[in-house]
């Protein structure tokens, strides 16, 4: 079945300590992308990837590394976590970058600092 | 300041009812997506449209993309209470950045 997956589904946890939220897709997709989803402000794209080795900064990068070392995985890594990035955080892929390309999303990361 | 604006933020009708949602921006863009996304779920695509003036039809569901490319609407005929979740359009308007608007609740009541 193709799918994104996204782990861990929920994580609380406290600030400046270090996380990784993985995100894999078995579409063999060249294009992944993470958002951030706050209440009234739709989701904010993070950080994207054109293919592997091929990261680039969203509209919302402070505070948060990925990298795409393979093509089926891009992690999202806080490395020192802050309150302010207690949000639902969503990875999607899609085939390629090309014109109204569908973009396939995870089930959500709901990341709570404290 | 969202670069995609989308009215209204909430909606609350009954079953039976139409309605439109409205998608606007200052910015053209190549195409526009509408999502739609259920609670606890990722948003999924409902429709891509590309060409200005463009009318696409997803059973009571039409999408419009203005002759601009600036903006688009969303109508739904007849709502039904399985219509109910946010909807959210989305585009990129240049590089390779993906832009979502903030979305509209809406709630259909049997």
């Known amino acids: 079945e193709a799918q994104v997956t996204q782990n861990p589904r929920y994580l609380i946890t406290v600030t400046g300590k270090k996380l990784t939220v993985t995100c894999s897709q078995n579409?063999?997709?060249?294009?992944m992308s993470w958002y951030r989803q706050d209440p009234g402000l739709g989701l904010r794209q993070i950080y994207y990837?054109?293919?592997?080795?091929?990261?680039d900064k969203g509209d919302v990068p402070e505070g948060y590394k990925v990298s795409r070392k393979e093509k089926r995985n891009f992690p999202l890594i806080l490395e020192s976590p802050s309150p302010n990035q207690t949000s639902l955080y969503f990875c999607?892929?899609?085939?390629?970058?090309?014109?109204?390309?569908?973009?396939?999303f995870g089930d959500g990361t709901r990341l709570s600092i404290l | 300041t969202q670069l995609l604006e989308q009215s209204p933020q909430f909606l609350s009708i009954q079953e039976g009812e139409n309605l439109t949602v409205y998608c606007n921006s200052s910015?053209?863009?190549?195409?526009l997506q509408w999502y739609r996304q259920e609670p606890g779920e990722g948003p999924v695509l409902l429709v891509t449209?590309?060409?200005?003036?463009e009318v696409k039809k997803l059973k009571r569901l039409t999408f419009q993309f203005g002759d601009a490319r600036k903006d688009s609407s969303l109508h739904i005929t007849a709502a039904q209470p399985g219509d109910t979740g946010l909807y959210l359009c989305?585009?990129?308007?240049?590089?390779?950045?993906?832009?979502f608007g903030s979305g509209t609740k809406l709630n259909v009541k049997p």
């Open positions: 999607a892929s899609s085939l390629n970058r090309g014109q109204g390309q569908p973009q396939h």
């Open positions: 449209v590309v060409t200005g003036g």
């Open positions: 579409m063999n997709h060249e294009y």
């Open positions: 989305a585009g990129a308007p240049r590089f390779n950045k993906f832009y």
């Open positions: 910015s053209v863009f190549s195409s």
């Open positions: 990837s054109m293919n592997v080795e091929v990261t």
